[in-house]
């Protein structure tokens, strides 16, 4: 009797202890916090119109967390105190969330907090795109417009903002990669159903684009 009243203040203390414990640093450790966002300097826009292109010539060199702070940020990041971010958006609905593939996780990014938040603690590379080097390039972004934002219009109508959304959102990172030296190409050829079923995306959560960044592949 002693044996199992002392199992069973064992098993409490370990549910009242571990439990929270458990749930509390997964939480912390999974997210990453981004570095500041550096917003100065970069190369001379027109030069950086002049550099624009597609690139499919990847190295598998990862990104550094500070690139990757400023490539979201020059993306689709918070420019103003007001809230209002580096790429426009009808009625300011702001309805694209950037899902960031890493070989360490799929995260999406809040532009608000600096953080990639943990969506699956698995490799899904793979799954954006429908070309080799998807799997291989550090960091394929994939571009989701959140029907719930807007608020009014038909779906033709949301379809149409979010996609224009989205061609600015892919514009800021093609300028931002030609500022930085890194290879991009936005994809349109994606499995969008494939992708929506393992991101776990709502009905109303649409995949637009993809686009995968890194260094050019040493010659
Ligand atoms: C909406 C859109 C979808 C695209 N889809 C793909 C794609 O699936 N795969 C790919 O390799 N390139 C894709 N591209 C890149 C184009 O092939 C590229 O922009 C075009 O050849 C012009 O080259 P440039 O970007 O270097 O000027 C896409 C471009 C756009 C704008």
Not at 52 to 59: A, E, G, K, P, V
Not at 153 to 165: I, L, M, P, V
Request: proline content about 5%; charged content about 25%; hydrophobic content about 40%.
């Amino acid at each position: 009797m002693k044996t199992v009243f002392r199992a069973s203040l064992l098993l409490a203390m370990f549910i009242l202890t571990a439990g929270p414990f458990l749930s509390a640093a997964g939480q912390e450790t999974k997210d990453i916090k981004l570095p500041q966002p550096q917003t100065q300097g970069g190369m001379p826009l027109m030069q950086a119109l002049k550099e624009r292109q597609s690139s499919r010539d990847f190295s598998t060199e990862k990104l550094p967390l500070q690139t990757l702070s400023d490539l979201l940020w020059a993306a689709d990041g918070v420019n103003r105190p007001d809230g209002k971010r580096t790429a426009p958006s009808a009625v300011n609905w702001q309805n694209i969330d950037i899902y960031v593939a890493l070989a360490e996780g799929l995260y999406v990014y809040d532009p608000k907090a600096d953080v990639l938040k943990l969506v699956l603690d698995k490799d899904v590379r793979e799954v954006t795109g429908k070309q080799d080097f998807v799997k291989i390039v550090p960091l394929d972004l994939v571009y989701v417009a959140d029907f719930s934002k807007i608020s009014r219009g038909t779906d033709a109508d949301k379809n149409f903002y979010s996609a224009a959304h989205t061609g600015f959102i892919s514009q800021n990172v093609y300028l931002y990669c030609a500022s930085a030296g890194l290879s991009t190409v936005v994809r349109g050829l994606v499995d969008k159903e494939e992708v929506a079923k393992v991101f776990g995306l709502r009905p109303d959560q649409k995949v637009m684009l993809a686009q995968s960044v890194g260094f050019p592949k040493k010659k």
